[in-house]
């Protein structure tokens, strides 16, 4: 048996399809991999999908492309699925089991700028930066309606204490607000390392003046944020969401913020995406961006290296890192 000729058959047969957009630098780890071969078609419909994914050995998305499992059944020969980023809620990981395909992803490539970006939306939303900024745009100079608040010795309360909550937490110390977090997995004796207080999800929820949620999204996580937990809260609470549309209620959230229970949400995901027109939108409290936590060069270069070096080691038989 030639078991350097089969490797060498496998990696030259290889179709890799790209469905969504990657970093080009990110790419080159694939481009420079012998007899692999890219199809880059982002943008398409579920329907267009189900048709490119036939031939395709592997598929590199991000969180765009629904992996779903009709889009695995129709991949006669689909042998590992890329995340180019963190959350693999967009892939049906139990299609994916059962047709014994791996799924690879990029846990910590992004970790930095989705903590960034966090702590970039908390400041905005504590003073009103794009209220004020549109307010200046339509040519007011309006001084008084856009007082805000502080975040030097309020606290943060974190729900989901992994790569990003921490590095969260460490910026938010610098800030000098105190922190309480909740995670099933934090200890108090990291938590004393690092400073902070540790809670139960209701301790956490009833503590803060500001709130932050940084879960995968789950079947145990959905929802994690809701009308009884809105009850909990602190009056004039501020809700901020950049780890997934639906760890959040997003009804839930507009009868808080309409009832004056929470005084603002930023809010970077939600529970369908791309998501417009939405009556959230309309609020003057509530802040978004359209899932930018990870839009940074440094990222998505980072995530697209990782996921590719974890394809390329795939095709050539050796363990990949991050299944
Ligand atoms: P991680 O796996 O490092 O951390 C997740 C943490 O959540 C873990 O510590 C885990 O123990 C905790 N957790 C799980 N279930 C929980 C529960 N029921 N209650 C409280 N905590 C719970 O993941 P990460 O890299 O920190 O990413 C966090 C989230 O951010 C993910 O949803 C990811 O998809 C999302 N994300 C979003 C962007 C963006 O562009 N907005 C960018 C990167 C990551
Ligand atoms: C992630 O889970 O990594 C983020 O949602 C970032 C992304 O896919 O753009």
Not at 37 to 46: H, R, S, V
Not at 75 to 95: H, P, S, Y
Request: net charge negative; charged share 25%; proline share 4%.
């Amino acid at each position: 048996m030639n078991t350097a000729t089969e490797k060498e058959t496998a990696v030259k047969n290889a179709i890799i399809l790209i469905s969504d957009p990657l970093s080009e630098e990110g790419l080159q780890p694939l481009r420079e991999a012998e007899g692999v071969e890219l199809k880059i078609q982002t943008g398409m419909t579920p329907e267009e999908l189900v048709k490119a994914v036939k031939e395709a050995d592997a598929l590199l998305v991000r969180s765009q492309t629904q992996v779903t499992r009709e889009v695995i059944e129709a991949a006669g020969n689909l042998k590992v699925i890329g995340r180019a980023g963190v959350g693999v809620d967009n892939i049906d990981l139990e299609a994916a089991t059962e047709r014994g395909i791996i799924v690879v992803n990029a846990p910590d490539g992004n970790t930095n700028s989705a903590a960034e970006h966090t702590i970039a939306m908390m400041t905005a939303l504590a003073r009103n930066i794009p209220q004020a900024f549109l307010s200046l745009k339509e040519g007011k100079w309006d001084r008084k309606k856009f007082v805000g608040v502080e975040l030097k010795e309020k606290t943060l309360g974190i729900v989901g204490l992994g790569r990003i909550g921490a590095e969260v937490a460490r910026r938010a110390k610098g800030q000098r607000m105190s922190v309480i977090a909740y995670d099933p997995f934090l200890t108090q004796e990291r938590a004393k390392e690092m400073g902070i207080a540790v809670g139960t999800l209701d301790e956490v929820v009833a503590a803060a003046d500001f709130i932050t949620v940084h879960t995968p999204l789950m079947k145990e996580t959905r929802h994690l944020i809701n009308a009884d937990r809105f009850a909990k809260m602190k009056d004039g609470v501020r809700i901020i969401n950049c780890a997934r549309g639906g760890i959040i209620d997003e009804d839930a959230l507009y009868d808080a913020i309409e009832s004056g229970k929470v005084a603002g949400a930023a809010l970077d995901v939600f529970e369908t995406e791309p998501f417009t027109g939405h009556r959230l939108l309309d609020l003057p409290q509530v802040i978004a961006t359209p899932h930018l936590g990870a839009s940074t060069i440094e990222a998505q270069e980072s995530v697209a290296i990782d996921v590719g070096r974890d394809v390329v080691r795939f095709f050539d038989g050796q363990p990949v890192r991050n299944p």
